[in-house]
């Protein structure tokens, strides 16, 4: 019986590319050069969503609130929470959150409700940005059901 041959090209190299070698080789240069760069400063020194509570009173979001979950919740730091008051503002401070969010390098793991626009959700991971309309905001409100978070007030 005639051995199976391989019909891929052989490279006249030590190494072809998808040689593990070459993977641990690219692996190690990546760590090396990791560890040796120094951390980016950020230019602004407040957190992200502090950020994000301005963007929203720069489009007159109504009823601004922080509220810092750390000590009650696993899955988020902070929520931001505000309402508008129609669904073409609330679409403006989603976008201008966004926009003021991304200059900082921040950008959502996903955005729901933004075409709806009655309660628009955008998850950043560790903080979450909640924009109703008034009758989004007191029919779910989070503010009750977070009680035991802990409200920030936004710094001037």
Known sequence: MKPATNNK???NCRMT?????WDQEQLFIRQITRSKLDPIPNPNPLPPWVTAARAADSKKAID???LDLREVSSFADFFVICTG????QIQAITE????QLAERGE???SVEGFQNADWVLADYGDYLIH???AKARAYYDLERLWKHAKEISIPA
């Open 131 to 133: 924009v109703f309309s």
């Open 17 to 21: 590319i998808s040689s593990v070698a």
């Open 107 to 109: 950008h959502p793991v």
């Open 64 to 66: 601004i609130r922080i």
């Open 96 to 99: 201008e959150i966004g926009e």
């Open 9 to 11: 090209k052989r490279h």
């Open 85 to 88: 008051s129609n669904p073409r």
